[in-house]
């Protein structure tokens, strides 16, 4: 999800995902660690849905085959009913009222400037404008079971406990009503898009290793579990209609409707928008997929040359991201504008349209590159929000550096000042944090953005760089079309570099432990050396001696066992709980500096040098 508002600027498994192909996500595989068997959930949608574009209104019937592959007996299941959130009573607007930094896209100041009033957009919003799933019936093989509407979860009490290695089916009957446009979903948004279906059908919930993952939705990230989709749709004639799956067929018109169907395999979510004004153009990614636009065609002559001009470079960051992460497996694409911001879906984006050329550039290459970090790389989102958010900022902004042609020295440069910003207000939290649990959404970004891109381009600091490329490239073989947990990518840096990394991991995701070393004296050729923070770090080091020439030197941290590979000369280890540690350069020194190139998050920068 692109972030929006930043106020300014894990637990860690102990399971490791296994190697498979994508033909191989529902088998029961070894794991990495030998030792354990992993496993996950498969489920086949088929939906039929009657939208009615008059009162925003629709019926649904959805037939779910479940594979329970887990070893577990399971007596329960759940599903996920995201619009009921849309309304005044909800844990969404309870939450939004009661932090200390509400999303201003779901808030109006009803005040003045000088002395504002904010209001929860749901507060008002009235009985035609709210969303709901209502779940008529519900069956399990045939016969009715008992279901329970949870706010945003439907409990299912099963009649008959699902068995390992069983497949059941499930049918039901719902109707729904599409929101307001609040938050990513909804009808009407601020630019005029008719329809943003994101999370709008009864979703059921992943079970793995942990348990269920019912969570009520309060307005952060999503989980899924794994399948294939098969979709009708019914709806006004006039409306043209993209998202996830490809069409199966002719489009067949029946009065004032017409009805289109979809296929989407090997996914974990699907998602639509329409719209009767909107524009479709494609572009074709050579040896790759079919690239869609879905836009206004009523847009300011700015914005019409803008999405223009967006297609091209689409195919640029599309060629990126499958150069440096792992080809995109899926024939189609599409870029739709929608929703409030932009935010990743299966096969799509939804993304605001009124935006200069940089910013659509910018945002399109954020949500493509969730196409990897999160939607191949399937992370729980919630528990893990810095694996998908931080890594997909990582890597599109170094797309963008190339892209853009933008020469920055640092494309990260950013997240390492929203990092250290975090730090100086004292308010910062564990990235094991759920995502739903932060005291405020300025550290939640932080964390889940900024922090998580340093990680990897700190990573790179720790292991180097070429070593990082082939970590991502690794990473993607191994885990995509899975749920990968933060081991799992640690793991991967791991047999890449054959380095111990796991207390990086630590350090930088289950605490808020900083890294500050400093050069606390020069005497003749002797340097000494303090660790002040609590996190260790190996150190790149630039000498400068009298006579004007300079020497690199690498010290390595004890606990990695090894050494990235480097130039520099090599010092002894610094081993971590020794506090200070010296060195004999090789003349007489002027000066020194601790990581000169700053790829190392030092939190005070004013002793790295003497």
């Known amino acids: 999800m692109k972030k929006v508002i930043l106020s300014s600027v894990l637990a860690v498994t102990l399971l490791a995902s296994c190697h498979s192909t994508k033909e191989a996500v529902n088998t ?21 849905i009657d939208m009615n574009v008059e009162n925003s209104q629709y019926k649904g019937k959805q037939t779910l085959v479940y594979t329970n592959n887990s070893p577990d007996v399971l007596n329960k299941v759940y599903y996920h009913l995201f619009f009921n959130a849309f309304q005044p009573e909800s844990e969404m607007n309870a939450r939004l009222k009661a932090i200390s930094d509400p999303d201003r896209r779901m808030v109006t100041n009803i005040g003045t400037k000088e002395n504002p009033i904010i209001q929860s957009r749901i507060d008002v919003l009235q009985p035609n404008e709210i969303g709901f799933i209502k779940v008529n019936s519900l069956t399990q093989n045939g016969k009715a079971v008992s279901h329970e509407t949870v706010g945003t979860v439907l409990e299912v009490s099963l009649n008959t406990p699902i068995q390992p290695g069983e497949k059941v089916t499930f049918n039901m009957e719902f109707n729904a009503q599409v929101p307001l446009q609040i938050r990513r979903s909804g009808r009407d948004n601020a630019e005029g898009v008719a329809l943003s279906m994101t999370q709008w059908y009864p979703k059921l919930a992943e079970y793995d290793f942990e348990g269920w993952h019912a969570d009520p939705y309060i307005g952060r990230e999503f989980h899924g579990v794994w399948g294939d989709f098969n979709v009708t749709l019914h709806i006004d004639k006039d409306f043209v209609v993209g998202g996830t799956g490809y069409q199966v067929g002719e489009t067949k018109i029946n009065g004032n409707k017409k009805t289109l169907k979809f296929n989407a395999p090997n996914v974990h979510d699907f998602t639509w928008a329409a719209d009767p004004d909107f524009k479709h153009d494609t572009m074709q990614v050579p040896n790759g997929p079919l690239l869609h636009f879905y836009y206004k065609k009523d847009l300011e002559q700015e914005y019409l040359e803008n999405w223009k001009n967006l297609q091209p470079k689409t195919v640029e960051l599309m060629d990126y991201f499958s150069q440096k992460v792992g080809k995109y497996p899926y024939k189609q694409y599409s870029v739709i504008q929608g929703g409030d911001g932009g935010m990743e879906y299966a096969m799509c984006t939804l993304i605001t349209g009124k935006r200069k050329f940089g910013s659509l550039v910018g945002v399109t290459a954020h949500e493509l590159a969730h196409s990897w970090f999160q939607f191949l790389l399937a992370s729980n989102e919630s ?13 599109s902004h170094n797309a963008m550096n190339v892209v853009m042609k933008e020469n920055k020295v640092n494309p990260n440069s950013g997240g390492y000042r929203g990092y250290y910003y975090l730090v100086s207000t004292g308010k910062e939290q564990p990235q094991t944090t759920h995502s739903d649990r932060y005291h405020s959404n300025m550290a939640y970004g932080i964390a889940a953005y900024n922090k998580g891109e340093v990680f990897l381009a700190q990573l790179a600091y720790v292991i180097g760089e070429e070593n990082l490329e082939k970590t991502l490239k690794k990473y993607f073989t191994d885990f995509s079309f899975k749920h990968p947990k933060p081991l799992d990518i640690i793991r991967s840096a791991e047999k890449v570099s054959g380095l111990e990394l796991d207390w990086y991991l630590t350090d930088w995701t289950q605490t808020t432990n900083t890294i500050d070393y400093a050069v606390t004296s020069v005497e003749g050729n002797t340097v000494n050396l ?27 941290l004890q606990m990695m066992r090894g050494e990235k590979p480097t130039t520099a000369t090599l010092l002894k280890d610094w081993a971590w709980a020794y506090p200070t540690y010296s060195f004999k350069a090789n003349k007489t020194v002027k000066s020194v500096q601790i990581d000169p190139k700053k790829l190392m998050a030092d939190i005070d920068k004013t002793n790295n040098t003497k």
């Open 383 to 395: 528990k893990h929000e810095w694996m998908d958010e931080g890594f997909t900022s990582y890597i």
């Open 28 to 48: 029961t595989v070894k794991s990495t660690t030998e030792t354990n068997a992993y496993w996950q959930q498969h489920v086949n949608y088929n939906m039929d």
């Open 530 to 556: 303090e660790r002040i923070g609590a996190m260790p770090m190996p150190l790149d080091i630039t000498v400068t001696y009298t006579d004007k020439t300079t020497e690199n030197f690498y010290i390595p």
